[in-house]
């Protein structure tokens, strides 16, 4: 199993039934990191990590605009354990038109597209977040 994958699908499942919070469990750093881009990109409310080993978990606070809608509209899993996909600093690209963010691993850590570009780094494309 997909420990990326198990939180966006978590995320979007709250998201369609329109929850404020989700719970991810089991706590992880790289969970927490990408989580907490998304927060600094404004599509989440607010990232918290809660508890005490080994019983700690995320939660997160999901973002709605006044009208109800979610602020993430999509999530998609690019590289998956099975199919690793890597990009090179200069072929990355906008996405959704710029509505989107990419997040990808480095081995300086985690980056948005654009921040990845801006360090001329390239690494593992981990998901689209749009």
């Known amino acids: 199993m997909d420990p990326v994958a198990d939180m966006l699908t978590k995320i979007r499942n709250a998201l369609m039934v329109k929850k404020k919070k989700v719970k991810i469990f089991p706590f992880s750093k790289f969970k927490f990191a990408l989580l907490k881009i998304l927060e600094k990109e404004k599509l989440l409310e607010k990232v918290e990590k809660k508890g005490r080993y080994p019983k700690n ?29 890597y990009i090179q600093a200069k072929k990355i690209k906008s996405v959704r038109q710029g509505q989107g ?16 570009k801006k360090y001329n780094i390239g690494g593992e494309v981990v998901c689209d977040v749009w």
Do not use: M
């Open 57 to 85: 978990y995320i939660l997160v606070y999901l973002k709605y605009t006044p009208e109800g809608d979610p602020a993430i509209s999509g999530l998609k899993r690019i590289s998956k354990p099975g199919q690793k996909i």
């Open 101 to 116: 963010v990419r997040i990808i691993s480095t081995s300086k850590g985690l980056f948005t597209h654009k921040e990845a």
